[in-house]
């Protein structure tokens, strides 16, 4: 771990059945300028147990950015503990709830049929056929991408897989946390994500006082494997700009 003259810390959340992997190809650029945690969320199988194991272990404050999964989990942390995020960013995830109706059993079924085929298969056969989903189309074709991709999932036991499922069933509507933000926030989507899609972020901008949204082109839903330059630049200048002491959320709402 590099020596920093800022204090600053930043702490990296995974999306569902990712790990350092899915964060190392920015994480260089970041030890310039903080200590950076990447954080594991053990067994919980809640996105509040998530945020309170977090909490748990992290300074009084810090910066604080999650991918999918972990966007979900970072707005449980300043749910639960606002007073110490000096800064979010949230790449490819969203803040409502599981959809009703017809949508909401889709997905549940979908995800069911991962937790099937990992159990009945593994899970680097689940990764395999599931991380092509995961991109843009013109980043299918790069091998050494998907490699990394599998790898990285295909390590996870099934039993995280089946807790990340659960925690994303339950999931609450963050709406008023986007609302109630002051600190400065960073929206990441990728243009051709089709899980998160750039619309949806579009919708938490909306909601949020102090916001910079960024679209990266020939990216889905893993911008900092698929896009690291772009990433790790955005990443920098979100974590080394001036944070105004006095930014204060007004009465106005979106």
Not at 28 to 41: I, K, M, N
Not at 121 to 127: C, E, I, P, Y
Not at 183 to 190: F, K, Q, S
Request: net charge negative; glycine share 6%.
């Amino acid at each position: 771990m590099r020596q920093h003259q800022h204090q600053e810390t930043v702490i990296l959340l995974p999306g569902m059945v990712c790990d350092r992997a899915s964060w190392a190809p920015v994480i260089a650029p970041l030890e310039s300028f903080a200590e950076v945690r990447v954080a594991d969320y053990g067994n919980e199988d809640s996105l509040a147990g998530m945020a309170e194991s977090v909490l748990a272990s992290a300074p009084e404050q810090f910066s604080l950015a999650g991918h999918s999964m972990g966007g979900r989990v970072a707005m449980e942390i300043c749910r639960l503990a606002p007073e110490r995020v000096r800064r979010l960013c949230l790449i490819a995830t969203e803040h409502t709830p599981k959809p009703e109706g017809d949508a909401g059993i889709q997905e549940t079924n979908a995800r069911l049929g991962m937790l099937e085929l990992a159990r009945s298969r593994g899970m680097t056969a689940m990764a395999e056929g599931w991380s092509p989903n995961l991109l843009a189309e013109n980043n299918r074709g790069d091998q050494a991408l998907l490699d990394a991709m599998v790898r990285m999932i295909g390590r996870q036991p099934v039993a995280r897989l089946e807790s990340h499922i659960k925690a994303g069933e339950a999931r609450p509507d963050s709406t008023d946390v986007l609302r109630s933000l002051s600190c400065p926030v960073m929206l990441i989507a990728g243009e051709e994500d089709t899980l998160r899609p750039a619309s949806v972020m579009a919708r938490m901008q909306s909601l949020i006082k102090h916001c910079q949204f960024e679209i990266i082109p020939n990216c889905g839903h893993m911008p900092m494997m698929e896009q690291p330059d772009t990433v790790g630049s955005l990443l920098q200048t979100w974590l080394t700009a001036a944070i105004n002491p006095s930014n204060q959320r007004t009465d106005e709402t979106a």
